[in-house]
């Protein structure tokens, strides 16, 4: 199954008299077509428990309008989404293997069956510039939805109207003034992801969390519980973690940096979330997910190395670029490109990984949680804050101790302790406010100051393995030492940069927490 497209667009709920204003007066706009009609029957499937619903993906098989096929739908950066799509083929009542691949780690050997079937009449009108460019397309939809299964196995009939604006060939900024004239003739902005989630009668997604009560002169809010704050925030990366082992499916170059990233995100809540996670239940979900980020490190690391090294001999005068440095580079980025999608996709279909998903979804279902969780959010979120920085600034010290080769390797230690603040502070800032944005914002300066310093290490080692094959194809070594010479260099004054901007980092961390 391939990537299509990016589907970029946004969604109104419109009344059953709502018309169409006329778009044209919009600027960049100068005309749109005749309207177009399309008769569209989707059938929607899913597992019993919803999986693919809860991870925000649709699967579907339509026929009519001008993409007749089965599609799966991944939410991707911002609003957009990223569609996949596999011709019809004869296979009608459940989807075909190809189809499945790229969301095996979500449903995780479970099986989808038929959960809702929509028949759409669509009135299609394309918005055009002055050179005759599809800008935008504007979907006005009548949805009648048949649930297959209701929640006391009876069928359920829904019936509304929406219409859709989806980016063709238009700037992204088009969106914003063709929603404005929509709104003003009477549409309604929804943040729901898909037709599915109405049909299912799962609405929009519209997760808030209560920060410590209720404001002076507002009504009473339900309290926080610190374990559902910690759910919450867990459900979340399980879900982008779900996410980037579909980009690793379909081979999408971000999937690796994207796994390893979910796979840090919760290594770090799982341990900063100990007051209210039991740690027998979540360590060995830890140490898995370890596990899978240093198998996805070392693509990564030689991904970054080698985009830092063409960038910097690009800057080098050109007599100092002696042999063909640029395209051995080249040729190293390209294979390690190859290996790192191979080796990502290779890495998903093991029994491991996937026994590490259900472990995830596991903690889900039936969370270990301790006496502590049932507490009110506030005073045990400013504990996790006010530890998670006083670990950050023992790291620091530890470091400050040290010199030479320990130094360096006490600042990676570091990095990852602000990461791991950086990551907690995030994650109960919804419900905690200001004082953990800061120390988010403060942690996450000085990981990215200590990141500059740890990727130049990594660059000087990929320097060095370079250096070895261009003096064993007896090609000069010259330019690499001179790579070498100023990745170290950079490295020593991005080592001073730190010291030198630490002190004030620290002092915004201890001011947030004696907010």
């Known amino acids: 199954m391939r990537a299509d497209h990016l589907e970029i667009e946004t969604k109104f709920d419109v009344p059953a008299t709502f018309v169409v204003p006329d778009l044209t007066v919009v600027d960049g706009v100068t005309s749109a077509d005749a309207p177009v009609e399309h008769r569209l029957e989707a059938r929607y499937f899913d597992t019993a428990d919803l999986r ?106 829904r019936s509304w109207r929406e219409v859709e604006v989806e980016l063709l060939d238009g700037p992204p900024d088009l969106l914003a003034p063709v929603g404005e004239r929509l709104v003003a003739a009477g549409a309604e902005r929804t943040d729901r992801a898909s037709k599915l989630t109405r049909a299912l009668g799962l609405g929009p997604a519209t997760t808030s969390v209560a920060r410590g009560g209720a404001k002076k002169g507002t009504k009473k809010t339900r309290r926080v519980e610190a374990g559902e704050v910690a759910l919450s925030a867990l459900r979340e990366r399980i879900i982008a973690l779900g996410h980037a082992d579909v980009a690793a499916r379909t081979g999408q170059d971000d999937a690796v940096h994207r796994m390893r990233v979910a796979c840090r995100h919760l290594r770090g809540m799982l341990a900063s979330f100990g007051p209210v996670l039991a740690r027998e239940a979540t360590d060995p979900v830890r140490d898995e997910l370890a596990w899978l980020a240093g198998r996805l490190s070392e693509p990564r690391d030689e991904q970054v190395a080698l985009a830092h090294l063409r960038a910097a001999v690009a800057e080098l005068p050109a007599e100092l670029v002696l042999g063909p440095v640029d395209a051995r580079l080249r040729t190293a980025q390209v294979g390690a490109a190859e290996s790192r999608r191979a080796s990502a996709g290779a890495l998903v279909a093991e029994e491991r990984h996937l026994r590490l998903l259900d472990a995830l979804h596991a903690l889900l279902a039936d969370p270990p949680l301790t006496a502590t969780a049932g507490k009110p959010a506030g005073p045990v979120l400013e504990a996790v804050l006010h530890r998670e920085v006083r670990r950050l600034r023992r790291a620091v010290a530890r470091a400050d101790a040290r010199s030479g080769q320990e130094r360096t390797e006490a600042l990676h230690r570091v990095r990852r302790t602000a990461r791991r603040a950086r990551y907690t502070a995030a994650a109960i800032a919804p419900a905690h406010g200001r004082s953990a944005e800061v120390v988010a914002a403060a942690a996450k300066r000085t990981q990215r100051l200590l990141g500059e310093l740890q990727d130049l290490v990594v660059v000087g080692e990929c320097c060095r393995r370079l250096a070895v094959g261009a003096h064993a194809a007896g090609e000069p070594g010259f330019t690499y030492g001179l790579l070498l010479g100023r990745a170290e260099a950079r490295a020593a004054e991005a080592e001073r940069a730190f010291a030198e901007r630490w002190p004030g980092l620290a002092e915004r961390l201890s001011a947030a927490i004696r907010r």
């Open 52 to 157: 693919l619903a809860q991870a925000r993906i649709t699967l579907r098989r339509r026929t009519g309008g001008t993409d007749d096929g089965w599609h799966v739908k991944v939410p991707a950066a911002g609003n957009a989404r990223l569609e996949l799509h596999r011709p019809l083929g004869r296979a009608a009542r459940r989807p075909p293997k190809a189809v499945l691949a790229p969301v095996g780690g979500i449903l995780r050997g479970a099986v989808p069956a038929p959960v809702a079937h929509l028949h759409t009449r669509r009135v299609v009108t394309v918005l055009r510039d002055a050179d005759g460019r599809a800008l935008a397309e504007v979907a006005d939809d009548t949805v009648t939805a048949t649930r297959l299964s209701g929640p006391e196995g009876t069928a359920e009939v």
